[in-house]
């Protein structure tokens, strides 16, 4: 048995739960790709299970690969052939990690090989977006709320921003970054997973099945992406890693547009942006209203509606409106309708993406992860453009660490229909003034 050191995320916890927590863990040891490995893993959980006694019920057996999904398929035919439950009752599930491929074809035979050995209702493909307060939050919000209904759409809406951003660079894993990109590593999967779920239709009911049902139906509507509405960028000093080819044009920031061809939709950009070592760190979803027609007060240029999911950090939900400036005259500003969860929850703990979606693993319950037909549109998206990419026939803009990105990203914004406010800023309540 070998005690582990506690590990990041762990650091906060009390002392008292880490030392109680960490003698439920046995380690193993094995290479991936020997039987023996698999045999005394094998062993060893049958050992437990038999000493249980079936007391906690039918042997349950969650695998979670936190592994180079280069070696998945030797270890899922291990784990096939050697770690199955035999317990009748019982089940044998697999967790996996992105990336699943490198485009449409590695995705594919990736998730051939694995659907040889496992059945889809036994792999959870884990995106840790899925697992957000504010990304759970947003069924309820759009399905629970009147107010949205008739707003929701192309005739109101003028675009819709899915913004990441981190504030440092690749440090410490730039080899690993450079084989993939922000595309591969931010945008194919948690952006669009977020996507989907703004701009679904409502299910039929909240059973897994069903919701995963409309995400793919949205994917299936996005057009081809066009290469001008693409901008991809690499910030100076990334390749003085020297993990990373002095030649690499590897993007470390992309915006594009990505287009819903369906009736709700039709002529609504979605500006997907994200970028390593940026101005800032935050990811947010800010649904932009149109201006409103007739404008009276001539307040146009104070700025558009807007209503803000603030992801991270400082969660949030926000509407920016017109309001009448308090005072003697008649005078408009922009201002908030603010819902922060640090002030309104105060003692709340919301728990991390990794604790929720691991519980559901245990529970059965799909909802939140990736299935297989949802990969496969999302890798159709996104591999024409990946290939320009990789051959150099689209090339990455040298921006300035700590900056916005380059200058073209705004402009593609700006051009298809982004209006920035500007003089406003939204300041995250602090919890002295409540
Ligand atoms: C991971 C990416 O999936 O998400 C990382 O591989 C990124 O590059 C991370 O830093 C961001 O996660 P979060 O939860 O901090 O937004």
Redesign the pocket.
């Known amino acids: 048995m070998r005690y582990l050191t506690p590990c990041k995320g762990c650091e906060d916890t009390h002392e008292e739960d880490v030392s109680k927590f960490l003698p439920l863990i046995k380690y193993v040891c094995g290479p991936y790709d020997s039987e023996e490995g698999f045999q005394s893993l094998d062993k060893e959980i049958s050992a437990y299970e038999k000493s249980k006694d079936n007391t906690g019920g039918p042997s349950r057996r969650l695998f979670y690969f936190a592994l180079p999904p280069s070696v998945y398929p030797h270890v899922c035919k291990m784990i096939n052939s050697f770690c199955m439950t035999k317990s009748e009752g019982g089940w044998t599930r697999i967790v996996v990690e992105k990336p699943f491929g490198h485009d449409l074809n590695s995705a594919e035979e990736l998730s051939n090989h694995l659907g040889k050995l496992f059945n889809e209702s036994q792999i959870y493909r884990i995106d ?1 977006y899925l697992g957000k307060e504010l990304v759970q939050n947003l069924l309820v919000l759009r399905f629970a709320n009147r107010l949205f209904l008739p707003l929701w759409n192309h005739d109101n809406i003028s675009n819709v921003q899915i913004v990441f951003k ?1 504030d440092f660079g690749t440090e410490g894993r730039g080899g690993y970054f450079d084989q993939y990109g922000i595309i591969r ?2 945008l194919q999967n ?1 952006l669009l997973q977020v996507l989907c779920l703004v701009a679904m239709e409502k299910p039929v009911s909240l059973k897994p099945e069903h919701i995963r049902d409309e995400k793919v139906k949205v994917l299936q509507s996005i057009l081809p992406i066009k290469d001008e509405e693409v901008v991809i960028g690499q910030y100076e000093g990334y390749r003085d890693d020297p993990t990373v080819p002095n030649d690499s044009n590897t993007p470390t920031f992309a915006t594009m547009v990505l287009r819903i061809h369906n009736e709700r939709w039709e002529g609504v950009p979605f500006i997907l942006k994200a970028g390593k070592s940026m101005n800032s760190k935050k ?1 947010e979803i800010r649904v932009q209203f149109k201006d409103v027609p007739g404008d009276i007060f001539k307040c146009k240029s104070k700025g558009r509606n807007e209503f803000v999911i603030r992801l ?1 950090p400082s969660e949030a939900i926000y509407m920016k409106l017109t309001v009448k400036e308090p005072g003697l005259e008649m005078k408009t500003t922009q201002s908030e309708l603010d819902l922060s969860y640090r002030q309104r929850y105060q003692d709340v703990i919301i728990p991390e ?1 990794y604790e929720r979606l691991i519980l559901d693993t245990i529970r059965g319950d799909q909802q939140h992860f990736v299935r297989r037909d949802e990969l496969k549109v999302a890798w159709e998206i996104f591999t024409p453009l990946l290939h320009k990419i990789d051959n150099s026939e689209v090339k990455s803009l040298p921006y300035k660490p700590g900056s916005r990105g380059p200058e073209e990203a705004d402009k593609l914004a700006e051009k298809v229909g982004y209006v920035q406010t500007h003089g406003y800023v939204w300041i995250p309540p602090t919890l002295s003034a409540v």
């Open positions: 840790h981190e590593d931010i948690h990811a991270q993406a």
